[in-house]
């Protein structure tokens, strides 16, 4: 069973385009995060909601708008696609938030927009 | 200086060999610290937790040294399984923010 899952793995598409990624995690964890990967592998905080709250939110365009419907899912929107969003966007997930605990990644959206 | 800093490597290193990565990270008041590893166009996945006293698991050991602000990593014996990136993760505490190093690459050669 899959734990952290997204889709879609692939996501190609033009400049200027709304798209959206979305997660879904079945490990009964209260605490979501978005994480954007970009080429030179760095792995950068972007959301996180702890029970369908924002907590962190990173000076990230507001082009990106994450939505929590409940706390198993968190999706993310982004408007007016534009080259430099091209990167590995990963959502993961861990039980609270605690500083100490193990976050559990998902496979990761790969987008590239052209 | 960033928040967390790795040697990007690529270490190569063949079979059996001792390799050691260390971290850097700028934040004193930091409160937890990890190993992630990250294969080849999969997501990051724990690998260990790095503890104060340092901990062991198989072949790999975990150091935290505060005073200098850095923690380490050490593979005994590597695997070509090891090939990997290895990502160094600290959070400041105090909220939610986990900061990622950018990782250090290792291939291990037959």
């Known amino acids: 069973d899959t734990a952290v899952s997204q889709t879609p793995k692939y996501l190609v598409t033009q400049m200027g385009n709304d798209k959206s990624i979305k997660c879904e995690q079945n490990l009964g964890h209260d605490t979501m995060y978005w994480y954007k990967q970009d080429s030179k592998k760095f792995l950068k905080i972007m959301f996180s909601?702890?029970?369908?709250?924002?907590?962190i939110n990173e000076t990230v365009p507001n082009r990106f708008s994450p939505k929590s419907p409940d706390k198993a899912h968190l999706n993310l929107h982004i408007n007016s696609l534009e080259l430099g969003d091209s990167a590995v966007y990963f959502c993961?997930?861990?039980?609270?938030?605690?500083?100490?605990?193990?976050?559990?990644f998902g496979p990761g959206t790969r987008l590239l927009v052209l | 200086r960033k928040e967390v800093e790795q040697d990007p490597g690529p270490f190569n290193v063949p079979e059996g060999a001792t390799v050691a990565f260390n971290c850097t990270y700028s934040n004193s008041a930091s409160q937890s610290f990890f190993w992630y590893r990250q294969d080849c166009r999969k997501e990051p996945k724990l690998l260990m937790s790095?503890?104060?006293s340092g901990n062991e698991d198989g072949r790999f050991t975990a150091q935290l040294n505060r005073a200098s602000q850095y923690i380490s990593l050490l593979i005994r014996d590597s695997k070509l399984s090891d090939s990997a990136t290895y990502l160094c993760?600290?959070?400041?505490?105090?909220?939610?923010?986990?900061?990622f190093g950018a990782g250090t690459r290792l291939f291990v050669k037959a």
């Open positions: 790095v503890y104060s």
């Open positions: 993760v600290v959070n400041p505490g105090g909220g939610f923010k986990t900061i």
């Open positions: 909601y702890n029970n369908k709250e924002l907590i």
């Open positions: 993961a997930s861990s039980p609270s938030g605690g500083y100490q605990e193990t976050q559990y």
